[in-house]
């Protein structure tokens, strides 16, 4: 009989220590996932920032654009050609053409 005693003992003493492994392994878990929320919360923070400093850029190169320049671009956009190079305003020369020969690319 104390054999069956020594023997339940052991196995209770191995539970035992499989339960803390197992807590052992889900706290470092835990705090590595914890790290990562951090990391991934700054992340999207700078992120939602440059969205925000974005935003208010295409704004304000809307409302400086002239009505063709936006025609221009909304052409460009529908068309999936490059946007062109502008000159800036008050310059004497003619706006770029599209570059509809020699491109290079096929698809």
């Excluded at 295409?58 to 671009?73: C, G, I, V, W, Y």
Aim: net charge negative; aromatic share 2%.
């Amino acid at each position: 009989m104390t054999k069956a005693l020594s023997s339940g003992a052991s196995v209770v003493a191995i539970d035992n220590k499989i339960e803390q492994a197992m807590d052992l392994v889900k706290s470092h878990l835990m705090y590595a996932v914890r790290e990562e929320v951090e990391v991934l919360k700054e992340q999207i923070k700078e992120l939602i920032e440059k969205n925000s400093q974005l935003e208010q850029e295409n704004n304000l190169l809307k409302t400086l654009a002239s009505p063709e320049q936006l025609a221009q671009f909304q052409a460009q956009l529908q068309t999936g050609s490059p946007p062109a190079t502008t000159q800036p305003q008050g310059t004497t020369q003619p706006p770029a053409q599209p570059a509809s020969q020699g491109s290079g690319s096929t698809a």
